[in-house]
Structures are given as structure tokens and as C-alpha cells.
């Protein structure tokens, strides 16, 4: 059964733009390239405005009259600097304010997950010693990390045992590469079924 949501006949006729790159760059791939940029940004403007900028600035600022927000209010203001040559340098005041800021939250949370707990996982903690699975499971993470550490380690020619253990970090970087890669195409697989889903059963009705 045809539907008959023109909303549904919309995304239908955007997503063969989509697929039709297959065939090479034309003009309706680049439409609903165009379109898609365009709605993201007014989207992202409309959010950042409703949940962000109009409660967290506006109202404090300018109705409720803390003159405490004046400032991040000037380092907004700071950012169209760039479009008047003269005083474009004035942007590296709130981007390096930015930057800092950044950094000072995003440093000690990724220590904390991509480096502590990477740390804790490694070693052989009372936890891996719960089942046996846990326990070989542990010893081959901790093989794994010492012999890539080991690969990465050339202060000294690698030779005998060091270079045996060189050779196994080598076969575990190629499995953790081959896994993030297997990762990501799945992830675009899943994307894709997703729209041959849409495209079969919402909009042709021919599965269910």
C-alpha cells in the first residue's frame, strides 16, 4: 500500500537523493546535501537559543539584571570581531578562554576513563579472580598491553625475547585496528539497513 504522509514521500524521495551518489555527483545528491546542512544548523541555532542562550544568558542578563553575566555576554560578542580586519585579533580572547576551559574539564575525564580505568582493567585486580573466564581473559589483556608497549619501545634494538614479544604487540594492534574498523562498519551498515527499512516497509509497504 502507497502511503499517502507527505512527510513519509519527503524522506522517501531525500533518501534516494542520497543513494543516487552511487551513481555519482549530480545535482540531487548535492540538493539534499545542501538541505540536510541547513536544517541541522537552524536546528542546532533554534535549540542552542531555546535551551541554552535565552535561560542561561538572556533571562539572568537582561530581565533579571545580574551583571554578573556581562561577561560571558562580551566574550559572545567577541567572536564577530572576526569579520572587521582590525580587530579580528580580539577572538583569541574567548576562543583561549574556551580552549582553557575545555581543557581543564575534558583533561582529568579522559585521564580518568581512557587512561585510569584502561590502567585498572589491565592488571590482574581481586575481581578477575571471581571465574575463570575473567581470570584468561585478564592475562591475555595483560599480555597484549605489555607486548604493544613493548613494540612501541625503541630505545634499545629489539632482539631475542624482546622482539618476540614485539612481534605479538603487532598481531594486537592488528586486532584492535581490525575490530574498530569492523566496528565502524557495522555502525554504517546499521545506518544503511535502517534506510532500506524505511524505504521497503514505511514507504512501499511491501514488508512489515
Known sequence: MIPQEIWIWVGAILTLFIFSFLYGDNPF???????????????????????????????????????????????????????FPKISW????????????????AIPAILQANIIKQMQGTFLT?????????ILWGIV????????????FFSREQ???T????????????????????YTVMARVSLLLGRLQFLLRDWLGVIK
Open 29 to 83: 545528491y548535492r540538493f539534499a546535501e545542501h538541505l540536510y546542512v541547513g536544517v541541522s544548523v537552524g536546528y542546532t541555532i533554534a535549540i542552542t537559543w531555546h535551551n541554552f542562550f535565552y535561560p542561561d544568558l538572556v533571562v539572568p542578563l537582561f530581565k533579571q539584571g545580574n551583571l554578573f553575566y556581562l561577561i560571558p555576554f562580551l566574550l559572545g560578542i567577541l567572536y564577530f570581531s572576526i569579520f
Open 90 to 105: 580580539l577572538i583569541r580572547i574567548p576562543m583561549g578562554f574556551v580552549l582553557g576551559y575545555s581543557s581543564g574539564v
Open 126 to 134: 581481586p575481581d578477575l579472580l571471581k571465574r575463570p573466564d575473567l
Open 141 to 152: 589483556s595483560l599480555i597484549g598491553v605489555v607486548a604493544t608497549v613493548i613494540y612501541f
Open 159 to 161: 632482539k631475542g625475547l
Open 163 to 182: 622482539k618476540g614479544m614485539a612481534n605479538l604487540g603487532i598481531i594486537f594492534l592488528m586486532i584492535g585496528f581490525g575490530a574498530s574498523f569492523g
